[in-house]
């Protein structure tokens, strides 16, 4: 587990809390502190287990038909065994990742396809754009930074939209 100077919520005093876990192992090596932050947070029993269901017939809601949603934004805090987490990465893996991931969105199928573009050497005009339309994010929240979350910035980093955006 990588221990930075000051975790968020120790660092600025308007955090509900403030804990990155460096890697997978983390939430068990130290699942006495875990353990109950996440359980507060989320509201749930010390016996509660994820599931994951990608089954998208299966979700309902409230969405009110007058009002349909226009847009929506995705961020992935992705996690890859054998790989660190955003504050336990190394740069090597980080750019390993983003290898992996450009690779991978290559061969997406024709109604998921779209384009991978790296932050590190990306066209001016190419980011202004991304920026002014609202896709790409930036630098410097400070909560990332005093995790550690922002090393190496902006290498192995980038951002994929579909062909429709």
Not at 38 to 63: C, F, P, W
């Amino acid at each position: 587990v990588q221990v930075h100077p000051g975790p968020p919520a120790v660092e600025f005093d308007n955090q509900h809390c403030g804990i990155y876990a460096g890697d997978k192992d983390s939430y068990s090596d130290f699942a006495d502190v875990f353990d109950p932050i996440i359980q507060e947070y989320h509201g749930i029993k010390a016996d509660a287990r994820h599931t994951s269901d990608m089954d998208s017939t299966k979700l309902v809601g409230n969405v009110n038909p007058d009002a349909p949603v226009k847009s929506t934004r995705i961020r992935v805090g992705r996690s890859i065994n054998g790989y660190g987490l955003s504050p336990g990465i190394t740069k090597e893996q980080r750019l390993a990742v983003e290898q992996l991931f450009a690779s991978a969105s290559k061969k997406f199928p024709e109604n998921l396809a779209g384009e991978y573009y790296p932050l590190t050497g990306m066209d001016e005009e190419v980011r202004k754009q991304l920026v002014d339309d609202h896709f790409l994010f930036m630098s410097g929240d400070p909560n990332l930074k005093v995790a550690g979350m922002e090393r190496d910035w902006p290498e192995g980093r980038g951002i994929f939209h579909n062909k429709e955006k």
